[in-house]
């Protein structure tokens, strides 16, 4: 047993010398007689040397946060002149208005201003080749310039600050000769129907001359000189009635085909009642067709009507005549107690139809219900309910004699036959 005891003893001493060596070798000490580490190069510095502590992924930022964290520093713009897509100096120049508002950047060293734009992303183009795909159309400058000149684009910033500021500063400036609308992705800019417009009766492409010809035949009619351009025209003409805080005007998302609606909201309500005054008027050239300008409606409202009406009648718009019949009085008895005698779930499973009453019932041969089918439950007893056709005995009042004729009669032939005796 002591000869064991001594070899634990031994074991356990050595491993606890390894064990100080291996230390001292990732601190960087050598012993007496080995060679120099990596650390002891001339010139080296630790932290450069030291290798990073890798990290779990659950342990590093998520996804989704990185997500809510760029949209906080994108804005949403639109109406941006295509011109940005086929000339780098009007990118050049797009890129430079987004960042006029910004302070300029300030070198110390070679660090600079945090306060930039980072990216720009073009989105909802429309480009002439319905073969090549978009990345391919994009890189080579494919545009339909015949559908609208206009498309959006998102801008993100290195800080959600400048985003903010770019919403308040640069929303519905001039670039390019095109009024540009700015939004934040984040945080959107409110729509209140009470400041807005339902303009009706747009082109569907700024170039329709195009489509007269293809339905009369070509040859036969002539381009026009200045094509339309509903969105820019837009915000030139309902800006004459008041501050114009952005246009929207519906479009298919694949071709940027207008759908011949838009909706025009003002910074002040009472910009709407000057906007209403432009109702059954055209403005050639950007506008060339008569407008139908009413008041916009409350979302909430348009939708709870609508769904309204399509519980009332089905999709066809006929009523509906199926045949629903009529529950018998042992199933609403019975859909009546489910909640007590099955507890929550087995109503819902009652009202969903998913089981009937009287599941797993005996039934008795020669008789047309079993006991379970027999339902003793009637109404509600109530103080005047029963009493029809039942005699209770008096009420109280005494009845007077008769009035009818024949009592008269029989009164009169008692009287008579009393004086003949």
């Given at each position: 047993?002591?000869?064991?005891?001594?070899?634990?003893?031994?074991?356990?001493?050595?491993?606890?010398?390894?064990?100080?060596?291996?230390?001292?070798?990732?601190?960087?000490?050598?012993?007496?007689?080995?060679?120099?580490?990596?650390?002891?190069?001339?010139?080296?510095?630790?932290?450069?040397?030291?290798?990073?502590?890798?990290?779990?992924?659950?342990?590093?930022?998520?996804?989704?946060?990185?997500?809510?964290?760029?949209?906080?520093?994108?804005?949403?713009?639109?109406?941006?002149?295509?011109?940005?897509?086929?000339?780098?100096?009007?990118?050049?120049?797009?890129?430079?208005?987004?960042?006029?508002?910004?302070?300029?950047?300030?070198?110390?060293?070679?660090?600079?201003?945090?306060?930039?734009?980072?990216?720009?992303?073009?989105?909802?183009?429309?480009?002439?080749?319905?073969?090549?795909?978009?990345?391919?159309?994009?890189?080579?400058?494919?545009?339909?310039?015949?559908?609208?000149?206009?498309?959006?684009?998102?801008?993100?910033?290195?800080?959600?600050?400048?985003?903010?500021?770019?919403?308040?500063?640069?929303?519905?400036?001039?670039?390019?000769?095109?009024?540009?609308?700015?939004?934040?992705?984040?945080?959107?800019?409110?729509?209140?129907?009470?400041?807005?417009?339902?303009?009706?009766?747009?082109?569907?492409?700024?170039?329709?001359?195009?489509?007269?010809?293809?339905?009369?035949?070509?040859?036969?009619?002539?381009?026009?000189?200045?094509?339309?351009?509903?969105?820019?025209?837009?915000?030139?003409?309902?800006?004459?009635?008041?501050?114009?805080?952005?246009?929207?005007?519906?479009?298919?998302?694949?071709?940027?085909?207008?759908?011949?609606?838009?909706?025009?909201?003002?910074?002040?309500?009472?910009?709407?009642?000057?906007?209403?005054?432009?109702?059954?008027?055209?403005?050639p050239p950007a506008l060339p067709r008569i407008l139908r300008v009413t008041r916009a409606k409350s979302l909430q409202k348009t939708w709870s009507k609508a769904n309204a009406t399509a519980t009332a009648r089905p999709a066809h718009g006929?009523?509906?005549?199926?045949?629903?019949?009529?529950?018998?009085?042992?199933?609403?008895?019975?859909?009546?107690?489910?909640?007590?005698?099955?507890?929550?779930?087995?109503?819902?499973?009652?009202?969903?139809?998913?089981?009937?009453?009287?599941?797993?019932?005996?039934?008795?041969?020669?008789?047309?219900?079993?006991?379970?089918?027999?339902?003793?439950?009637?109404?509600?007893?109530?103080?005047?309910?029963?009493?029809?056709?039942?005699?209770?005995?008096?009420?109280?009042?005494?009845?007077?004699?008769?009035?009818?004729?024949?009592?008269?009669?029989?009164?009169?032939?008692?009287?008579?036959?009393?004086?003949?005796?």
């Amino acid at each position: 047993m002591r000869r064991i005891a001594q070899e634990e003893a031994k074991e356990k001493a050595r491993r606890k010398e390894e064990g100080s060596r291996k230390r001292q070798k990732s601190h960087g000490d050598t012993p007496e007689g080995g060679s120099l580490s990596s650390v002891d190069v001339p010139g080296a510095d630790r932290a450069t040397l030291d290798h990073e502590t890798p990290q779990h992924e659950s342990l590093g930022p998520s996804k989704d946060s990185t997500e809510i964290e760029k949209a906080s520093r994108t804005v949403f713009l639109s109406n941006v002149s295509t011109l940005a897509i086929t000339s780098k100096s009007a990118k050049k120049k797009l890129i430079g208005h987004l960042s006029s508002f910004l302070p300029l950047p300030v070198k110390t060293g070679e660090d600079e201003a945090t306060h930039k734009v980072e990216s720009l992303r073009f989105r909802s183009t429309a480009f002439s080749s319905a073969v090549l795909p978009k990345r391919a159309a994009f890189a080579r400058k494919e545009l339909m310039d015949a559908t609208t000149k206009s498309t959006n684009a998102y801008a993100v910033y290195t800080t959600a600050v400048a985003a903010r500021e770019a919403v308040k500063r640069i929303n519905g400036t001039v670039v390019l000769d095109r009024h540009m609308r700015v939004d934040g992705v984040a945080h959107p800019a409110k729509i209140d129907h009470r400041r807005c417009v339902f303009v009706g009766n747009l082109g569907f492409v700024d170039d329709e001359s195009l489509m007269d010809a293809a339905e009369e035949g070509e040859g036969k009619r002539k381009r026009s000189k200045v094509p339309s351009d509903v969105e820019e025209g837009l915000w030139r003409q309902f800006g004459k009635a008041g501050k114009v805080e952005s246009v929207r005007v519906v479009r298919d998302p694949k071709t940027r085909v207008g759908k011949g609606i838009a909706y025009v909201q003002f910074e002040d309500a009472n910009a709407v009642e000057a906007a209403l005054l432009y109702n059954e008027k055209k403005f050639p050239p950007a506008l060339p067709r008569i407008l139908r300008v009413t008041r916009a409606k409350s979302l909430q409202k348009t939708w709870s009507k609508a769904n309204a009406t399509a519980t009332a009648r089905p999709a066809h718009g006929k009523p509906n005549r199926i045949y629903v019949a009529k529950p018998s009085s042992e199933v609403q008895s019975f859909k009546g107690r489910a909640g007590k005698l099955l507890g929550r779930a087995g109503a819902a499973k009652v009202a969903a139809g998913d089981q009937g009453h009287g599941a797993g019932r005996r039934e008795t041969p020669g008789v047309a219900k079993s006991p379970e089918q027999v339902v003793f439950e009637g109404y509600r007893a109530s103080r005047n309910a029963g009493r029809s056709g039942l005699k209770t005995g008096a009420s109280g009042k005494k009845k007077g004699k008769p009035k009818t004729r024949s009592s008269k009669r029989g009164t009169a032939w008692k009287a008579a036959e009393g004086r003949g005796k």
